[in-house]
T-cell receptor
Framework: DAGVTQSPTHLIKTRGQHVTLRCSPISGHKSVSWYQQVLGQGPQFIFQYYEKEERGRGNFPDRFSARQFPNYSSELNVNALLLGDSALYLC????????????FGPGTRLTVT | AQSVTQLDSQVPVFEEAPVELRCNYSSSVSVYLFWYVQYPNQGLQLLLKYLSGSTLVESINGFEAEFNKSQTSFHLRKPSVHISDTAEYFCAVSEGTHAGNMLTFGGGTRLMVKP
């Protein structure tokens, strides 16, 4: 079975630009979460979506937004990119909002120059 | 608010030696605890988890962790490490009514196994 997939693998953007990152959850999983991992640090929670609704939001500015589609895939959008947005963006999926573990994808490495 | 502290940023150890990676958390409510492993240029893989029941949990590759509520700790141990265990290890906590909530991660511990 395919795991969590993310695209693209790597991305280079310039300050002020906009970026869209994509995530496909494991088949049957209805919850998707996004995390930002800056080099040398642990991941930080950005968003959680369940059944296409936002169920949690971390301490990130409004430049960050996300959505979940009817097929449970998800997009993370970041506007007005800053150098500090350079990071590995991880997507995790789980069956639902119960006691289900989260499975992580390989991540998208975003570099802002 | 919950937080996770991993006391050691790097742990060098010789192959076949025992190792302990320390993790302490703070939370005002019941928690669910996890250890994830991250190999270079990869995402996170769940190593083991504590949801309820026995406070000692084990993974399939020889790691174990013990939930200690009084000390708010969830240390990871392995009696004999291999070169292939070299990786970054993250302790995480999920707070609230179920384990599927947002995860709060520690800063990570880099385990370096030397021959």
């Amino acid at each position: 079975d395919a795991g969590v997939t993310q695209s693209p693998t790597h991305l280079i953007k310039t300050r002020g630009q906009h970026v869209t990152l994509r995530c496909s959850p494991i088949s049957g999983h209805k919850s998707v979460s996004w995390y930002q991992q800056v080099l040398g640090q642990g991941p930080q929670f950005i968003f959680q979506y369940y059944e296409k609704e936002e169920r949690g939001r971390g301490n990130f500015p409004d430049r960050f937004s996300a959505r979940q589609f009817p097929n449970y895939s998800s997009e993370l959008n970041v506007n007005a990119l800053l150098l500090g947005d350079s990071a590995l963006y991880l997507c995790a999926s789980s069956l639902g909002q119960g006691d289900y573990e989260q499975y992580f994808g390989p991540g998208t490495r975003l570099t802002v120059t | 608010a919950q937080s996770v502290t991993q006391l050691d940023s790097q742990v060098p150890v010789f192959e076949e030696a025992p190792v302990e990676l320390r993790c302490n958390y703070s939370s005002s409510v019941s928690v669910y605890l996890f250890w994830y492993v991250q190999y270079p240029n990869q995402g996170l893989q769940l190593l083991l988890k504590y949801l309820s029941g026995s406070t000692l949990v084990e993974s399939i590759n020889g790691f174990e962790a013990e939930f200690n509520k009084s000390q708010t700790s969830f240390h990871l141990r392995k009696p004999s490490v291999h070169i292939s265990d070299t990786a970054e290890y993250f302790c995480a906590v999920s707070e609230g009514t179920h384990a599927g909530n947002m995860l709060t991660f520690g800063g990570g511990t880099r385990l370096m196994v030397k021959p």
